[in-house]
């Protein structure tokens, strides 16, 4: 029988984005991606939290994210978008595409939710809480704080893609919705890695706590 963790009361596992697309060979490849598969399955193997999430970003054909929506612009090149900056990205997960699926590298068992988030062709959604803003200058809640609530959880540890951009928004905005929330820091990967600092110093200053997995045995 294989070891597993003390099972932690009130902890959630948010696994974010690890899907086809986000990973090498994928249409926005994060490099090492595939460097957290095993270790993110063998957390999901040992059960300790209460509740976990895997989320997928998912997006209609021709959303506003992506370069091609844009005639000429590049991918990466970043636009003001309803007063706010947006990087726009090559085109990917999009609905229904193998690119879009949850990695096949993942259990589905241990996940109690799946959260779809980018679905709005006019807004983009980096976090698994709320959209970016939409062309009302709002940032729509898509009901996981809600759901994790009326499971009474308290303590949200996330992983997964990409680090500085759909992780560290979703770790912010776990933290304002009042949860006490820990990033698993070698359990994520950056799309640039020379954002590492700022990202670390964003997450601390909205209460985020960060940790590695090995603080968790
Ligand atoms: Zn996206």
């Known amino acids: 029988m294989e070891a597993s963790a003390v099972r932690r009361e009130h902890t959630a596992l948010l696994v974010v984005d690890i899907q086809p697309d986000f990973l090498p060979g994928g249409a926005l490849a994060v490099a090492g991606g595939d460097e957290i598969l095993a270790p993110i ?9 209460e509740v976990c999430v895997a989320t997928q970003d998912w997006h209609p054909r021709g959303h506003i994210s992506f370069a091609s929506s844009h005639p000429g612009h590049q991918p990466f090149d970043v636009i003001e978008l309803y007063g706010h900056e947006q990087v726009l990205w090559p085109d990917h997960c999009v609905q229904g ?19 779809r988030k980018g679905a709005d062709p006019l807004t983009d959604s980096y976090s698994t809480f709320r959209n970016n803003w939409n062309p009302r200058g709002e940032r729509p809640a898509l009901g996981l704080a809600g759901y994790l609530r009326e499971r009474g959880i308290t303590d949200v540890y996330l992983c997964g893609l990409a680090r500085d951009y759909c992780v560290k928004w979703s770790g912010e905005d776990a933290a304002a919705a009042g949860f006490r929330v820990t990033v698993l820091w070698d359990l994520t990967r950056p799309v640039d890695p020379r954002s590492d600092a700022d990202v670390r110093r964003d ?3 909205a209460g985020v706590h960060i940790d590695d997995s090995g603080g968790l045995r």
């Open 41 to 49: 399955r063998d957390l999901l193997g040992r059960g300790g939290f």
């Open 97 to 115: 595409t193998p690119g879009a699926a949850l990695h096949e590298a993942l259990p589905r068992e241990p996940f109690a939710l799946i959260v």
């Open 203 to 205: 997450l601390e200053r």
